[in-house]
Structures are given as C-alpha cells and as structure tokens.
C-alpha cells in the first residue's frame, strides 16, 4: 500500500514511517505542515493519507481541512485522521464520504489494530474511535432518536462505526452473529434508516443521518 503521511512531530512522522514500513508498506511522502501534506496526495495519489489534525500553519484544525481540501479535489481519496483531540466541524462532513478514519493517538495501544484500521480504510471502510463516535452523535438531545437505543445498541453502534463486521461486534461483545443481527436491525429501526448489508455503508449513513439533524 502506498502512503503519505502529513505530521509535525518529527518523531512521530519518523515512527509511522518505520511502523508502516515495516509492515510492507511504501510510504511515498512525509510532509511537516497542512499544505505541504493537500500537495503531496494530490501529486502521488496514494491508497491511503495519514494526517495529523494539529498541523502547522495555524497548529489548530489545519489537517483536519486538508483532509476536506483533498477530498473536494480528489473524491475518494481514502483518508486516516490522528489527533489528541476530537475535531468535529470538518471531519463530520467526510465520516459520511466512506474510505474515511478518525484516531486518537493516545488511543492506538495495539500496532496490529492499528494497522489493521488502515487496511480497512484505504480498502473504503470506516476505522472511528468510539470517543470520536461519541462525540459526534452523543451530545444529541434526550428527545433525539439516539436516546431510543438501549446501552447494549450503542454498544453495536459504536463497534459498527469503528468498521467492525458483525462477526467482529460478535466476537468482541460476547454474543451471537445472530443476536448482533437483531441489534443491528432494531437500531436502524429506531433511527428511521433502511438496512444494508453493507455494514460500513451503514453506519456512516447513520452518523451523517444524525449530523443533519438541527
């Protein structure tokens, strides 16, 4: 898989850069700032972009709007964002784009997720921490369709926005792919969604289905 990295710590850049190497993977640029990263996929056109959110010049949000930048120039582009923080006003609009992540680096305890994550957006998946989920759709109001679930769904929901299967949600919650199923059915029920079989594609319709709402 060919990739470009776009992060200012130089320690860290120099530590995705072995990790992904490492792995067999070609890391075909590294860029320091926002700019220089938008530049960089634009010129090589990778699988896969990783980018800090934090980035120079104005060390706030800039690489959460050069992933925007890079999708309003080259739809599709399968984008991986890292950050401490929870960046919600750009990247909301690319959760529901597909071939889209959001990671938070204090978060990434295990290398092998880690990477597994990445193969799973350049693929056209979803890799979302669930604190990112939660931000995004957990501050809605007590009315809100969300406040329907039950904890066992958000549970579900949470797993199905990280990219998981129903397999994968089976395995990790203990349960059947059967009783996942059921769950994944009363959820999109519950949010007045039609089912896919798709579980990537569904989620993100359900995030950017919440989003909309006023």
Same mark, same amino acid.
Request: proline letters at 4%; aromatic letters at 2%; hydrophobic letters at 45%.
């Given at each position: ?7 200012? +710590? ?14 067999? $993977? ?26 800090? %959110?934090?980035?120079?010049?104005? $060390? ?18 399968p %984008?991986?964002?890292? +950050? ?6 750009? +990247? ?7 071939a ?7 978060? %990434? ?32 109001? =007590? ?18 926005? =990280? ?8 395995r990790?919650?203990?349960?059947? =792919?059967?009783?996942?199923?059921? $769950? ?11 089912? +896919?079989d ?17």
């Amino acid at each position: 898989m060919r990739i470009v990295i776009g992060e200012d +710590s130089a320690l860290f850049r120099e530590g995705l850069v072995r990790i992904l190497t490492a792995d067999g $993977h070609d890391v075909v640029a590294a860029a320091g700032d926002a700019p220089a990263t938008v530049e960089a996929v634009l010129a090589h056109r990778p699988d896969l972009a990783v980018i800090d %959110v934090r980035m120079p010049p104005g $060390h706030t949000d800039d690489g959460a709007r050069a992933a925007r930048a890079i999708r309003e120039a080259d739809p599709g582009r399968p %984008v991986v964002l890292l +950050s401490q923080h929870v960046e919600s006003r750009h +990247s909301v609009e690319l959760v529901g784009t597909g071939a889209f992540g959001y990671l938070l680096k204090d978060r %990434v305890l295990d290398v092998a997720e880690f990477l597994d994550a990445l193969t799973r957006v350049a693929a056209g998946g979803s890799a979302l921490d669930p604190e990112v989920v939660a931000r995004l759709i957990g501050h809605r109001r =007590e009315t809100d369709r969300l406040a329907r679930l039950t904890p066992r769904e958000r549970e579900v929901l949470a797993l199905m926005a =990280e990219g998981r299967t129903n397999r994968g949600i089976a395995r990790r919650l203990h349960l059947t =792919e059967r009783t996942v199923e059921t $769950h994944t059915g009363s959820i999109m029920g519950k949010l007045g969604l039609a089912a +896919s079989d798709d579980d990537h594609i569904r989620v993100l319709a359900v995030l950017a289905h919440l989003d909309a709402r006023p």
